[in-house]
């Protein structure tokens, strides 16, 4: 079936610096998506979201784009900090069910 | 808000055993939870999901036999693992649906649990 995946399992940022984490979907009915961070033993907790009717949101420090042409979406952290570095999940809704990507695990530097 | 609460947030027993799980939606309430599984390295993997006051929904490969899923309140949904085994060791997060400030309904996730079998 379609699933949604990442284009980068890793992401080395310098502390301060902005980061992009980038994500492909295949399902082209899918109408809402959803960032997610994940740190080392817990469950993911939600960043941001947006529906398919929408093509930028800005929430604190982070902005997600959604570019329904190419099926693309990503997520920009402003002025990376130590606390930033986790897993990175984007996750596409179809029927009330969440289907993740792979992940894209940032690491940021002193 | 929409905070979900999972207990234990750690299991360790032996093979055989049965294992129970809780997920609780402590500030909300949620008519639909979800089971997932995670195994180290890699992403989500939605297990079932579970329907409050019906009969859950598994996924295509999960055995529902072997993962009882019950949803007796609006507040919280349980999986028991039984007659575990080795391979059943993982990381099993559950999550609650809600509703944000945009009316759209993000899922919230719990700590998760990590199971291990001995």
């Known amino acids: 079936g379609e699933s949604v995946g990442l284009h980068l399992p890793t992401l080395s940022v310098q502390e301060g610096d902005n980061s992009i984490i980038n994500c492909a979907y295949s399902n082209s009915a899918s109408d809402y998506f959803i960032w997610y961070k994940q740190e080392s033993g817990k469950g993911p907790q939600f960043i941001i979201d947006?529906?398919?009717?929408?093509d930028k949101r800005q929430g604190q420090r982070v902005t997600v784009l959604l570019n329904k042409t190419v099926k693309h979406l990503s997520l920009q952290i402003a002025a990376t900090q130590p606390g930033d570095s986790a897993v990175y999940f984007c996750?596409?809704?179809?029927?009330?069910?969440?289907?993740f990507g792979a992940g894209t695990t940032v690491t940021v530097r002193a | 808000g929409a905070v979900v609460s999972q207990h234990p947030s750690r299991v360790i027993c032996k093979s055989g055993t049965s294992v129970k799980i809780e997920c609780r939606s402590l500030d909300f309430q949620a008519t639909t939870m979800f089971w997932y599984r995670q195994f180290p390295k890699q992403s989500l993997m939605l297990m079932a999901t579970s329907n409050e006051g019906s009969k859950a929904t598994y996924e295509q490969g999960v055995e529902k036999d072997k993962f009882l899923i019950n949803h007796a309140s609006l507040t919280l949904s349980t999986l028991t693992v039984t007659s575990a085994h080795p391979e059943d060791s993982s990381f099993y997060i559950c999550?609650?649906?809600?509703?944000?400030?945009?009316?759209?309904?993000?899922?919230?996730f719990g700590d998760g649990t990590r199971l291990s079998i001995l």
């Open positions: 947006i529906r398919s009717n929408m």
């Open positions: 996750a596409e809704n179809n029927d009330y069910k969440l289907s």
């Open positions: 999550s609650a649906r809600g509703f944000n400030s945009g009316g759209n309904q993000p899922q919230h």
